[in-house]
């Protein structure tokens, strides 16, 4: 079945630093989604990524997906303490949205 | 706007009992997915309902089971329940429109003992 592996799975960050988390899916995906959820929250939605290629950006953050569409990443610029939670890529095939088991960040004032 | 709604926000249950779970999704979406989050782990999957139908299912065993309602909101029932269900239940709402994802409860913190 379906797999969606994320890396790295901590992330540890000095505040102002970039960092970027990988997402690697076994099959090729329809779209792929990115949630992120705060410590004792439940996830909540970033951003979608449908097209091979595609680029967006929000405000820090720059999310990419592969050529391929097996594959995705998000780029965190100038990390901020409210950029504390994890990170999760989520792929779309058919019916089935698979989320990966998620990058915690932590960051260092 | 409401969001998704779920009750009750915590539960504990002996082994073996039964469970019944409840979702209402965002207003404007028809689509109920349900998920299972371990601590420290990625939600998994385990079934979505679309027009009162299991439209798709994960690896979960049959003492899970769902149901949706002409109004939309869902309802995850848990069977015989062990101790590894213990777990955060998420019900999560969508529109086969939306390019906005899903939209994630603040789920149901189910304990077993």
């Known amino acids: 079945g379906q797999q969606v592996m994320q890396i790295p799975q901590y992330q540890h960050v000095q505040e102002g630093e970039d960092f970027t988390t990988y997402c690697n899916s076994s099959t090729t995906l329809s779209n792929i989604q990115w949630y992120k959820q705060r410590p004792g929250g439940h996830p909540v939605f970033l951003i979608q990524?449908?097209?091979?290629?595609e680029v967006k950006k929000q405000k820090r953050l720059t999310f990419q997906f592969g050529e391929a569409k097996k594959n995705s990443s998000l780029h965190i610029t100038a990390t901020q303490t409210t950029d504390v939670g994890t990170y999760f890529c989520?792929?779309?095939?058919?019916?089935?949205?698979?989320f990966g088991a998620g990058t915690t960040v932590t960051v260092r004032a | 706007d409401a969001g998704v709604t779920q009750s009750p926000t915590h539960l504990i249950k002996t082994r073996g009992q039964q469970v019944t779970l409840r979702c209402s999704p965002k207003?404007?979406?028809?689509?109920v997915s349900w998920y299972q989050q371990a601590l420290g782990q990625g939600p998994q999957f385990i079934f979505q309902?679309?027009?009162?139908?299991?439209?798709q299912r994960g690896n979960f065993p049959d003492r899970f089971s769902g149901h949706q309602f002409p109004n939309y909101s869902s309802e995850l029932n848990v069977n015989a329940l062990l101790l590894g269900d213990s777990a955060l239940y998420l019900c999560a709402s969508s529109s086969r429109e939306s390019s906005h994802g899903y939209t994630f409860g603040s789920g149901t913190r189910l304990t077993v003992v």
């Open positions: 990524l449908v097209k091979s290629g």
């Open positions: 989520a792929g779309r095939s058919n019916y089935k949205l698979s």
């Open positions: 207003s404007g979406h028809d689509t």
């Open positions: 309902y679309y027009e009162e139908e299991e439209r």
